[in-house]
């Protein structure tokens, strides 16, 4: 009678079919089958390289660069900002330029349209109002609280900043002086020792050059650095209230200066033949 074979994964042995006394079993020929090849350990968590470092700091390079360009003024309102030439200035991908411009968008600095790409943004009128009731709600308060503990090495501070935006308001020097401008808000924010507030104006301070721009300001750079130097002439002389007014007053004049509420051009006027 045939024999039919049971194989196990350790042995090989055989069962009998026959039917009557049990034949006599031979010693089982034992045999080891080696598994298949041990499968590797799953990878652990990715650990940060230098690589993510790099792109870090070029996206920051890339954002810090266009945001300057709009405070010193050399980046209109509405201006095309081609993906495929940003990463050929800074010599990086396409990737990365896509970072800083989201980035940028959530800063309200860049508007990115679908199917349009990305340009400069041009903020509405109401945005212009409201940006300036903050700041002026932000800065007579922090004027006035810095006014009472302001020490004499920051009044020499001030002082030296202002010498800064008097020879660059001298010499002509538009994004210096721009910059130099905005910047002194900023100095009597972190006097106060307080980073948030700090970000807070800059950040305000940069929409606000962007509306400065597309409204055309008419605020010259000669009266903005004549009322900084009467608001540190309040800090030095410790007066809280003159501080804070002069403070306000000055924000009022820059937003006065605006030219947020044009008339309706009279078309008749506007299209009549030479």
Same mark, same amino acid.
Not at 33 to 57: E, L, N, Q, Y
Not at 65 to 70: D, E, K, L, V
Not at 106 to 120: C, K, T, Y
Not at 166 to 188: C, K, N, Q, S
């Given at each position: 009678?045939?024999?039919?074979?049971?194989?196990?994964?350790?042995?090989?042995?055989?069962? @009998?079919?026959?039917?009557?006394?049990?034949?006599?079993? *031979?010693?089982?020929?034992?045999?080891?089958?080696?598994?298949?090849?041990?499968?590797?350990?799953?990878?652990?968590?990715?650990?940060?390289?230098?690589?993510?470092?790099?792109?870090?700091?070029?996206?920051?390079?890339?954002?810090?660069?266009?945001?300057?360009?709009?405070?010193?003024?050399?980046?209109?309102?509405?201006?095309?900002?081609?993906?495929?030439?940003?990463?050929?200035? &800074?010599?990086?991908?396409?990737?990365?330029?896509?970072?800083?411009?989201?980035?940028?968008?959530?800063?309200?600095?860049?508007?990115? /349209?679908? *199917?349009? *790409?990305? @340009?400069?943004?041009?903020?509405?009128?109401?945005?212009?109002?409201?940006? &300036?009731?903050?700041?002026?709600?932000? /800065?007579?308060?922090?004027?006035?609280?810095?006014?009472?503990?302001?020490?004499?090495?920051?009044?020499?501070?001030?002082?030296?900043?202002?010498?800064?935006?008097?020879?660059?308001?001298?010499?002509?020097?538009?994004?210096?002086?721009?910059?130099?401008?905005?910047? &002194?808000?900023?100095?009597?924010?972190?006097?106060? *020792?307080?980073?948030?507030?700090?970000?807070?104006? @800059?950040?305000?301070?940069?929409? @606000?050059?962007?509306?400065?721009?597309?409204?055309?300001?008419?605020?010259?750079?000669?009266?903005? &650095?004549?009322?900084?130097?009467?608001?540190?002439?309040?800090?030095?002389?410790?007066?809280?209230?003159?501080?804070?007014?002069?403070?306000?007053?000055?924000?009022?004049?820059? /937003?006065?200066?605006?030219?947020?509420?044009?008339?309706?051009?009279?078309?008749?006027?506007?299209?009549?033949?030479?």
């Amino acid at each position: 009678m045939p024999c039919a074979w049971r194989q196990s994964v350790y042995t090989s042995a055989y069962t @009998s079919t026959r039917t009557g006394p049990e034949m006599p079993r *031979g010693r089982p020929n034992l045999r080891v089958i080696r598994p298949a090849a041990m499968a590797r350990p799953a990878p652990g968590p990715k650990r940060a390289d230098a690589g993510d470092d790099r792109a870090d700091t070029t996206t920051r390079r890339i954002v810090d660069s266009i945001t300057t360009a709009i405070i010193e003024r050399r980046l209109m309102p509405g201006t095309k900002l081609a993906e495929q030439k940003i990463a050929d200035i &800074f010599k990086v991908s396409r990737t990365l330029v896509r970072q800083a411009l989201n980035q940028l968008s959530r800063d309200r600095l860049v508007r990115l /349209e679908p *199917g349009r *790409g990305a @340009s400069v943004a041009t903020p509405s009128v109401e945005e212009a109002h409201q940006i &300036f009731e903050a700041r002026q709600m932000i /800065e007579g308060a922090m004027v006035r609280q810095l006014c009472r503990a302001v020490t004499d090495a920051q009044i020499t501070e001030l002082r030296a900043h202002l010498s800064a935006e008097r020879a660059a308001v001298v010499r002509a020097d538009i994004p210096g002086r721009t910059r130099l401008l905005a910047d &002194f808000h900023i100095v009597l924010a972190r006097m106060m *020792g307080n980073d948030v507030m700090a970000q807070l104006l @800059s950040d305000l301070l940069t929409r @606000s050059s962007l509306i400065a721009l597309m409204y055309q300001s008419t605020q010259s750079a000669e009266a903005s &650095f004549a009322e900084h130097v009467a608001i540190v002439d309040a800090l030095e002389r410790r007066d809280a209230r003159a501080a804070a007014r002069l403070a306000n007053e000055h924000l009022r004049s820059v /937003e006065r200066n605006l030219r947020l509420d044009p008339r309706a051009p009279d078309l008749a006027q506007v299209l009549r033949a030479p």
